[in-house]
């Protein structure tokens, strides 16, 4: 019999592993192992809810793209039977494209929280909490910072474009 603690601690393991591969590792094809077909991630950096493992994929894909050295520190990983709760850092350079912006060339780093929810032990559900202020303001892209900004940033891309 599995115990609530056993699946608790397999969660949190789990856990630690996406961060671990999917992330620090660059391996954004191995999402495929940790979350269910059907499950469903909403990060505010992203446009919408992101939907089952290939869905997840393309999102870090995106992300890694952008910030090209992202790294993820873990501060806690902690589980109530099949709900995990992660406290971390995440940090890198954007350089390449962000969504519809170009690369800014600055550094950021920010923390974060996410709930997971987990079934069978794989992810059904995750929500992601970070300071999207903090993140624009970094990318000098919070008013009036962006007011100097985005003039640079489209010089730079019609040049790049030529």
Known sequence: MVTTTTVAEAN????????????????PDAAHEFFAEGCVAYDPTAPEAIR???????YVRDTLRAFPNFH???????????RVMTHYTVSGKNDGPFGPLPPTGRFVEMEGMSTVRYVDGRIIELREFVDTAALRR?????????????????????RRRR
């Open 12 to 27: 949190v393991e789990t856990q630690r592993r996406l961060v671990a591969e999917v992330w620090n590792d660059r391996n």
């Open 52 to 58: 089952g493992p290939e869905g997840y994929a393309a």
């Open 72 to 82: 993820v520190d873990l501060h806690a990983v902690v589980a109530d039977g099949n």
């Open 138 to 158: 970094q990318l000098g892209l919070s008013f009036p910072a962006v007011l100097l900004t985005l003039p640079r940033l489209a010089l730079r891309e019609v």
